[in-house]
T-cell receptor
Framework: DAGITQSPRHKVTETGTPVTLRCHQT?????MYWYRQDPGHGLRLIHY???????DKGEVSDGYSVSRSKTEDFLLTLESATSSQTSVYFC????????????FGQGTRLTVV | DAKTTQPPSMDCAEGRAANLPCNHS???????VYWYRQIHSQGPQYIIH???NNETNEMASLIITEDRKSSTLILPHATLRDTAVYYC??????????????FGKGTHLIIQP
């Protein structure tokens, strides 16, 4: 398995509180992605990064921010969590060396109450 | 993902070949077709990819039409463990990471005993 770790794996938080999810990789891959998955919607891209301090928005970026200060870490922050952000969040990594596949983490289940 | 179209669900008998179609009629010349699957609530897993030639690996075969507007993923001898959601996506050569990596809702393949 690719060296990709998401933390925490499960979290319950209250509406209005800030939450940060972490994605850590040991593969030195350039590209990192955050997705959310909800019933009936499949995987939806939130934000992605193509290098340290280089990030861009995906299709469902409202309410989320990201940071990548080191190659190995990509942080997803919910500044003020809402119940609509209850979801399963997946991180993925991909190298830029040729045309290769993405590797996914095991997911973080976030519940906002 | 409007870039690909897949049937929402399919059934297949155990031991038979499962053929999963994907339409990508607007695919560009430099875009590869990638297939992933997601078993239950795990992170998605790469299966196979191709540009224009048919491809085969230990998991599956990928048949791409000559005009590249559609493809079919073939699981030659489906088992119960192949029950999963299968995603077809397009990735630009080398630059795919910088453009994000998006998925549609996929096909829920159910293998019947």
């Amino acid at each position: 398995d690719a060296g990709i770790t998401q933390s925490p794996r499960h979290k319950v938080t209250e509406t209005g509180t800030p939450v940060t999810l972490r994605c850590h990789q040991t593969e030195n891959h350039r590209y990192m992605y955050w997705y959310r998955q909800d019933p009936g919607h499949g995987l939806r891209l939130i934000h992605y990064s193509y290098g340290v301090k280089d990030t861009d928005k995906g299709e469902v970026s409202d309410g989320y921010s990201v940071s990548r200060s080191k190659t190995e870490d990509f942080l997803l922050t919910l500044e003020s969590a809402t119940s609509s952000q209850t979801s399963v969040y997946f991180c993925a990594i991909r190298t830029d060396r040729g045309n290769t596949e993405a590797f996914f983490g095991q997911g973080t289940r976030l519940t906002v109450v | 993902d409007a870039k690909t179209t897949q049937p929402p669900s399919m059934d297949c008998a155990e031991g038979r070949a499962a053929n999963l179609p994907c339409n990508h009629s607007t695919i560009s010349g430099n875009e590869y077709v990638y297939w992933y699957r997601q078993i239950h609530s795990q992170g998605p897993q790469y299966i196979i990819h191709g540009l224009k030639n048919n491809e085969t690996n230990e998991m599956a075969s990928l048949i791409i039409t000559e005009d590249r507007k559609s493809s079919t993923l073939i699981l030659p001898h489906a088992t119960l463990r192949d029950t999963a959601v299968y995603y077809c996506t397009r990735v630009a050569d080398s630059g795919g990471g910088a453009d994000g990596l998006t998925f549609g809702k996929g096909t829920h393949l159910i293998i019947q005993p």
